[in-house]
């Protein structure tokens, strides 16, 4: 070819091109006018491009503006590859790389036909979900192109990038093991309060409508008959008269069916989800979806309808990092369960363990914010020649199924597997009737209903955030004007072989009435920089949080067939306040700071420490230490929060309206105790009073034996506080005259004494018609009802009561006055008397 061939080559080239672009101007033109009519101006534009392309010959161009652009165009059979600038528009984030299919290849999600029937796949190694037609503009429905994505990520095994937007989705998000997703932030929210404006997330994922109700769990109920429904006997409104675990089966025997948002591969392994948010829609007046409706304190509405957020099926080494799963989701913000179904096919061959999951950075929200489940636990109470009988309960997952697998032993870890063919019930009792020999079981074993599944060691939540229900009008789940079927948690958690779970710098809080509800769960760590803080509701103005752990089944006595414990809870965490709504006991063997609670249904976690309720306190932790967190304070409370310790920069003892009542400063010295209203204070080399002459040391009933002193007690002289100062009158030293100085013994004492007889000063007053009360000198007690005091060591204090009765007394300093005044008088009288006798005698 010489060069005026290739000139001629490159001018028909150039002309070409030069019709495309004008032809796309025109398009572009066209692609602007009005909304009504957006898909058929496209598709014009498109067709018109196609069209001009083509008269001018098939030519190799390697970038369409959109991929409906190239679906119109003829692709030179040499080009092999080509760019889409977006899906529907140019720069909509939906642009992709593709590759022409060999004919043998299949179609996949995500393909597109161009003129001449070329099929064309997505090439590009990170898949967008916007390339398969999402627009991620809080209005369109984008639940088809999200699964499609999902769809071919799992057969390619490529990652899923979600981009920019808000996702309107109406159906369950399935997300494939191994592959990551990624989105572009999950934004700021504070779950328990309105303060802080809740606003769209860079990456959000709203889920619309009603959730379609078609997953089930087996083998996951509220464990009523083996203790995981709990009596609330200090309910306060009436609100919470119980604690119950989640159920996922009805009381028909029948599987509880429910919604979830999204959900990972059931045993899926190795998902990566970072970035985004999932929330339940709920739209202010101004929007159609959206999160509005979470910043409006004075709604009473709770958002459209779905039961679980984000659903982690005996997923294996899971990783959420900065997900937060938020709003009022009827069940579970987010559950990971450890248990499929007893088949070994659906169970992908026993692989039901949910190990390794690491949770970070994470917002947790819901009826339930955080779960973690396992299958349940029974006792058995019947072993017969070929059955075994447990407490009969409506929700026992046997009874839907007929025949099937369960295991039986000493316990979970040395349980073996039996068949069961029938089920029946017998005298409040179900009966599994087993096919296997029953030599070794016994009444008080362990059934577990799941025979596959291997726990979830090693599952960690870092520096997150796990809140209950915690609407916005302030209320808690119970009483809203549609209230949930029970108290809401922030975490829960209960089920064979559930363990190994550490909570490492998280915050539990929030105003609804449980914090956490643990039941059949081991080795739980809340290490030193969790918080736990519970939030007073706008409604009652109490505060709930309950902390719930269940002891051992030997001292659970809150079931009748009890089964399932929560061991091995070492709870080291930071609170704003400890209230006295910590409940049951978990069984402990490890060493401080292990906490474990009270019998009653409510009261402050003991440190081990102090007390061990379930068994007795081995030799090696007699000495163990209770000690707060640098900086800080560890505050003690009773059961009524009547009383408080406060142990910080001084120890303080106090009552509810935060009082002090004893006061010791850091040196171990006592600066202050109050009672009735008044106390007393150390300054210096000083014991005060609080209030200025105000306090008696002692009573009539309860004295002092001795005062030792250096000097003499001081008494107020001041004529600034003195009124009707005058001099005693005669008729008083004359009947002072009357009265006798004696020796005596006090009953049941050996020395003598000298004094006066306050009786006798008494009568010589009154035969004189002096009232003896109206001068200080004499004092008389009287009590009509015992006064009580704590006597005895500081390790055994016990009470002290007087009975009924009065007494009298002589201020000994004003009778010692009175005495020194009529003797002054005799003297003076004397001195004259002499006087006038000199006189007399030296006149005569």
Not at 13 to 30: F, G
Request: net charge negative; proline share 3%; glycine share 10%.
């Amino acid at each position: 070819m010489d060069d005026r061939d290739a000139n001629r080559q490159a001018d028909d080239v150039s002309d070409r091109l030069s019709l495309e672009v004008a032809a796309r101007r025109s398009v572009d033109s066209i692609l602007q006018i009005g909304l009504n009519g957006e898909r058929d101006a496209r598709i014009e534009g498109d067709q018109a491009i196609a069209s001009l392309i083509g008269q001018a010959g098939t030519i190799e161009v390697a970038v369409y503006d959109t991929r409906l652009a190239a679906s119109f165009s003829f692709i030179k059979t040499t080009s092999n590859s080509l760019i889409t600038n977006g899906f529907s528009t140019p720069g909509d984030q939906g642009g992709a790389t593709y590759y022409r299919k060999s004919a043998l290849e299949m179609d996949m999600p995500g393909d597109f036909v161009s003129s001449g029937n070329v099929r064309w796949g997505i090439a590009d190694p990170i898949l967008n979900v916007r390339s398969f037609g999402a627009k991620g503009d809080r209005i369109t429905n984008d639940t088809v192109a999200v699964k499609e994505a999902q769809t071919l990520a799992k057969i390619l095994q490529r990652p899923v990038d979600w981009g920019v937007g808000g996702y309107i989705l109406s159906e369950t998000v399935e997300l494939p093991a191994g592959i990551q997703q990624i989105g572009h932030g999950g934004g700021a929210w504070l779950s328990w309060s309105c303060a802080l404006e809740k606003l769209p997330a860079p990456t959000e994922l709203i889920f619309i409508g009603s959730g379609p109700r078609v997953h089930t769990q087996k083998y996951v109920t509220d464990m009523r008959s083996a203790g995981g429904v709990v009596a609330n006997p200090s309910s306060r409104d009436g609100n919470d008269q119980s604690y119950s675990l989640t159920s996922f089966m009805n009381d028909d025997g029948t599987l509880r069916k429910f919604s979830c948002a999204v959900k990972t591969e059931t045993s899926g392994r190795g998902i990566t989800i970072r970035d985004m948010r999932i929330v339940l829609n709920h739209p202010s007046a101004s929007e159609l979806h959206g999160i509005g409706g979470y910043n409006d304190p004075e709604t009473v509405h709770q958002g459209d309808d779905w039961d679980v957020g984000f659903w982690n099926q005996s997923g294996q080494n899971l990783i959420l990092s900065n997900v937060h799963v938020v709003g009022y989701w009827r069940m579970f913000g987010a559950i990971q369960t450890a248990v499929i179904d007893n088949d070994t096919a659906t169970s992908g061959g026993g692989r039901t363990g949910s190990e390794y999951s690491r949770y970070i950075y994470c917002n947790f929200q819901g009826a339930v914010g955080f779960g973690i489940r396992g299958g349940d636990s029974y006792r058995i109470d019947e072993v017969g020649d070929n059955y075994v009988a447990i407490e009969d309960s409506p929700n026992l997952p046997f009874k839907l199924e007929g025949s099937g697998g369960i295991k039986l032993g000493k316990n979970e870890n040395s349980a073996a597997t039996f068949r069961y063919y029938m089920s029946d019930r017998v005298r409040g009792k179900t009966r599994l009737y087993i096919v296997e020999n029953l030599a070794g079981i016994n009444v008080g074993d362990v059934l577990i209903s799941n025979i596959f599944g291997f726990g979830t060691s090693n599952t960690v939540v870092q520096d997150c955030e796990i809140a209950g229900y915690n609407h916005a009008s302030g209320r808690r789940a119970t009483q809203l004007e549609m209230p949930l079927s029970k108290p809401s948690a922030a975490f829960e958690g209960s089920g064979a072989f559930v363990r190994g779970i550490t909570f490492r710098g998280t915050k539990f809080l929030g105003r609804e009435d449980v914090l956490w509800h643990m039941h059949e769960i081991a080795d739980v760590t809340m290490d030193s920089q969790t918080i736990v803080e519970a939030k007073i509701d706008t409604y009652t103005k109490t505060v709930g949080g309950r902390c719930i752990a269940s002891p051992s089944p030997s001292s659970n006595d809150r079931a009748n067939s009890p089964m399932g414990q929560t061991d091995g809870l070492r709870l080291e965490f930071i609170s704003s306040q400890t209230n006295n709504h910590n409940d049951l006991r978990p069984r402990s063997g490890l060493s401080a700071p292990t906490r474990f609670g009270n019998a009653e249904d409510y009261g402050l976690f003991s440190p081990q420490s102090i007390r061990w309720l379930d068994q007795l306190i081995p030799p090696q932790k007699l000495n163990s230490v209770i000690q707060g967190p640098p900086r800080g304070a560890l505050v003690l409370r009773d059961a009524d929060d009547l009383l408080r310790v406060h142990i910080g920069a001084q120890l303080t003892i106090g009552d509810s309206s935060g009082q002090a009542r004893l006061t010791i400063d850091p040196a171990g010295k006592l600066s202050s105790l109050l009672g009735g209203g008044a106390g007393i204070s150390l300054h210096g080399n000083s014991i005060t009073p609080t209030l200025d002459d105000a306090l008696s040391l002692g009573t009539g009933t309860f004295r002092w034996q001795q005062i030792y002193a250096a000097t003499s007690a001081i008494s107020t002289s001041d004529e600034r506080e003195k009124d009707h100062i005058q001099k005693i009158e005669d008729t008083i030293l004359d009947a002072w005259a009357d009265v006798e100085w004696c020796q005596f013994k006090f009953k049941d004492r050996v020395r003598l004494h000298i004094g006066l007889v306050a009786q006798h000063v008494k009568m010589i007053f009154e035969s004189r018609g002096i009232d003896p009360f109206e001068y200080g000198i004499l004092c008389f007690d009287e009590w009509d009802t015992p006064d009580e005091v704590l006597i005895g060591t500081n390790s055994n204090l016990e009470t002290s009561q007087t009975s009924s009765g009065d007494r009298y007394g002589i201020r000994y300093e004003e009778a010692l006055a009175l005495e020194a005044a009529y003797q002054r008088r005799e003297l003076s009288r004397l001195k004259t008397l002499t006087a006038v006798l000199s006189r007399q005698v030296g006149g005569s």
